[in-house]
């Protein structure tokens, strides 16, 4: 089993980059100066960007400079075709232009204007690839940075030792944007879980809905982590990136970018809509039925123009309450999930406050009974507490299923219709830094049954009949299975405290700790609720003409 000191590979070595990992993010970090976290990591991002794009043009410059000397190509000849866009764009490498190339900017780290060179370097390669017109940040000269400072960046990011096909080949520059984004979103605490999910989270949710080909969908992407990890796990199992058809959509502007440029780097094709928008007021793909949907919404949000969509098509359970879009957000992935068929239906995997499933403020209660009654929830899962950057406070993982038959899981699996398997992972996980948690069982494929990943998913798996998956048995403490019949007399409730028998989880000497901390972490969602009860509630009399 997993203890809290189980330490696992880092998704970065020095070996790997030629540099520490962390020293590059602590010298990176030092020369913001006082420039806030939020602003500075899309100077640095953007700047990662441009080095990959810049790498990838000298790679195939390299190799197309060794295949025109094999065919006797050489002087102004062989000088014309190296400069030929289309020399490059059909071996689908972006074509950077001579004054956006890395070495160029290099040498002129320490110019006064730099700053602007490097925004007129990522306006160049917008007017020559029109995949990324719109797309990235040209705003370095507008935000001050001192022009050593930014001449010193672009040195260290220089240090990444990302040139050769090994490198490539193990995605190092990819992972080196993702620690990175990781790390920014740590500095900036909640403002950052905007953008970034846990890697530990992804996993977890990627490896439960197995997404080996099809359509996969997050309508509030961020920086495009679950796109990442579902490239990764079909990858991992045989398949190919070719198989899989990304659709996102992501409604602040910054972070659309983000994203944009996080699957460029993996060479990862995707369609983002045209410009970033909000999925509830302005659906980018109203027609779309994913085969996967994968997605982490801001939890509990009041303002989300439920006002304006009261007879949306949506709803096909009930109206969500205009005071939290919990439940806009379900029946969205419940919309845009590809119906049942003869290979099955679509899966969904998503995280959610705990408050909803329980909850029965404006109509909620009656949601979840028409959903879980419709026979959609195959899985819920209560998880740690500190596992967001966002909150303390402990979630749950929902997953929804058009067809339980079996025909969606690959090699076959059990007929489970009107059953739910309910996991209680509350006791796993350790504590990565004094305010974050981790699941073990992050890195490589597949993860070891003995992690914590692979204890959530063996089960599930089990539980599904899975080719090659022992044989189901509920673990007291654990996980149960459980049919609608007992889900009703719990008065639909979804928690998973009320199924698993949380009295014979194993003894363990922070049990009590743990413990301590999923109270408090339960405490603090009521009383957050109760202030956004209170709000509304005061917004209501004011309207009514009571109250200031």
């Avoid at 010298?27 to 006082?34: E, I, M, N, T, V």
């Avoid at 984004?181 to 989270?201: I, N």
């Avoid at 809905?209 to 990764?232: A, K, L, N």
Wanted: proline share 5%.
């Amino acid at each position: 089993m997993t203890t809290a000191n189980s330490v696992e590979a880092p998704i970065l070595s020095a070996s790997e980059l030629g540099v520490d990992p962390e020293e590059l993010w602590q010298a990176a970090d030092k020369l913001r100066g006082s420039l806030d976290a939020a602003e500075y990591k899309h100077v640095v991002l953007g700047l990662i960007f441009l080095k990959y794009i810049s790498d990838a043009f000298e790679a195939r410059r390299e190799a197309l400079r060794e295949e025109l000397k094999a065919d006797g190509i050489e002087g102004q000849g062989a000088i014309t075709l190296l400069e030929s866009r289309d020399e490059y764009t059909a071996e689908n490498v972006f074509w950077v232009p001579p004054e956006a190339r890395w070495a160029k900017l290099q040498g002129q780290g320490k110019q006064p204007q730099i700053g602007k060179l490097i925004d007129d370097a990522m306006f160049a390669i917008e007017r020559d690839n029109p995949k990324l017109k719109g797309k990235l940040s040209r705003d370095f000269a507008r935000r001050g940075i001192p022009a050593e400072r930014l001449g010193a960046l672009i040195d260290q990011i220089a240090s990444i030792a990302i040139g050769s096909d090994e490198a490539r080949a193990k995605d190092v520059l990819g992972r080196v944007y993702e620690y990175f984004l990781g790390k920014f979103a740590a500095a900036e605490g909640k403002l950052g879980g905007e953008f970034f999910t846990p890697r530990s989270v992804v996993r977890l949710l990627v490896e439960m809905i197995e997404p080996y080909d099809g359509r996969v969908y997050d309508p509030c992407c961020g920086s495009g982590g679950m796109f990442v990890q579902s490239e990764s796990f079909a990858e991992a199992h045989g398949g190919s990136r070719n198989n899989i058809s990304i659709f996102g959509q992501e409604s602040n502007p910054t972070t659309w970018r983000l994203a944009h440029m996080n699957l460029a780097i993996r060479g990862i094709e995707a369609n983002l809509g045209e410009q970033p928008a909000d999925s509830f007021a302005h659906d980018l793909h109203p027609d779309l039925k994913a085969d996967y949907i994968l997605a982490n919404p801001p939890f509990n949000v009041s303002d989300w123009s439920g006002h304006l969509l009261r007879r949306d098509v949506r709803w096909k359970f009930g109206v969500p309450p205009l005071g939290n879009a919990n439940y806009a957000w379900i029946q969205h992935f419940i919309h845009h999930l590809a119906p049942a068929g003869p290979h099955g239906g679509g899966v969904a995997g998503f995280v959610m406050a705990n408050g909803s499933l329980s909850s029965h403020t404006g109509g909620e209660g009656e949601i979840r009974q028409k959903i879980i009654e419709a026979d959609l929830v195959d899985c819920i899962v209560a998880m740690p507490p500190q596992l967001f950057l966002t909150t303390g406070i402990p979630v749950c993982l929902w997953f929804l299923n058009r067809d339980k038959k079996g025909k969606n899981v690959r090699g076959g699996g059990r007929d489970r219709r009107s059953e739910t398997l309910f996991v209680d992972a509350r006791h796993l996980g350790h504590m990565q830094t004094r305010t974050l948690r981790v699941f073990s069982g992050v890195n490589g494929y597949p993860a070891s049954p003995e992690s914590d990943i692979g204890r959530i998913v063996g089960a599930y798996r089990s539980w599904r009949g899975e080719s090659g998956a022992p044989a189901y048995a509920d673990i007291p403490g654990f996980c149960k299975s459980v049919d609608i019949a007992e889900i009703e007399a719990h008065g639909f409730v979804l928690t998973p405290s009320r199924y698993v028998d949380a009295l014979a989880a194993p003894d363990d000497e922070d049990t009590f700790q743990e413990k301590m901390k999923s109270l408090a972490g339960e405490l603090q969602e009521r009383m957050h609720e109760t202030d956004r009860l209170s709000k509304i509630i005061s917004h209501n009399l004011r309207d009514l003409g009571y109250g200031s």
